[in-house]
T-cell receptor, first 110, second 113 residues
Framework: EDQVTQSPEALRLQEGESSSLNCSYTVSGLRGLFWYRQDPGKGPEFLFT???AGEEKEKERLKATLTKKESFLHITAPKPEDSATYLCAVQEGGSEKLVFGKGTKLTVNP | DAGITQSPRHKVTETGTPVTLRCHQT?????MYWYRQDPGHGLRLIHY???????DKGEVSDGYSVSRSKTEDFLLTLESATSSQTSVYFC????????????FGPGTRLTVL
């Protein structure tokens, strides 16, 4: 059965303090690994899709990387507006289902 | 913005009553999905649709039914709501033009008393 585990559950950073979020997964035949950002009371907002080990994608202060067993979301010099819950999801080849982790709640203090 | 609206955005209902949630999209996407989000769980797929009148079950489909009579609308029905169906419900579409990725609507918060 597909499983996605995100760590840590919660993370507090000072503004400018870089860190990484982890997403470990087990899936038979990865079709894609997805990162979303979710603000309170809103729907998940798409950030990145990664398809194969070694792939990296960047957007502003965020960089996502992928290995055969895990993905990292690196946050460089975060700002308070980066505070949100970050969700990781995997999709198996031939399946329509996204399997989500429980998320990491990031708080960036000014 | 994926052009998705959900209605109602908030609803409080009594156990045993029927409830229908609506997802509307404006961009003619073929695939549409219903997920629920609960504390301590990730988002979980309820049902999805791959075209008008074409639907399939997800991992938590018991107690839910869906219908899609037109491309733009995907309805989720709780035939007889229970307290365990209190949740936040999200609709999503799959966009082939943007990396074949699922994009989510704003959600409906449903409380069953």
């Amino acid at each position: 059965e597909d499983q996605v585990t995100q760590s840590p559950e919660a993370l507090r950073l000072q503004e400018g303090e870089s860190s990484s979020l982890n997403c470990s997964y087990t899936v038979s035949g990865l079709r894609g690994l997805f990162w979303y950002r979710q603000d309170p009371g809103k729907g998940p907002e798409f950030l990145f899709t990664l398809y194969s080990a070694g792939e990296e994608k960047e957007k502003e202060r965020l960089k996502a990387t992928l290995t055969k067993k895990e993905s990292f979301l690196h946050i460089t010099a975060p700002k308070p507006e980066d505070s949100a819950t970050y969700l990781c999801a995997v999709q198996e080849g031939g399946s329509e289902k996204l399997v989500f982790g429980k998320g990491t709640k990031l708080t960036v203090n000014p | 913005d994926a052009g998705i609206t959900q209605s109602p955005r908030h609803k409080v209902t009594e156990t045993g009553t029927p409830v229908t949630l609506r997802c509307h999209q404006t961009e003619n996407h073929r695939y549409m999905y219903w997920y629920r989000q609960d504390p301590g769980h990730g988002l979980r797929l309820i049902h999805y649709s791959y075209g008008v009148k074409d639907t399939d079950k997800g991992e938590v489909s018991d107690g839910y039914s869906v219908s899609r009579s037109k491309t733009e609308d995907f309805l989720l029905t709780l035939e007889s709501a229970t307290s365990s169906q209190t949740s936040v419900y999200f609709c999503a579409i799959r966009d082939y033009t943007r990396g074949d990725t699922q994009y989510f609507g704003p959600g409906t918060r449903l409380t069953v008393l």
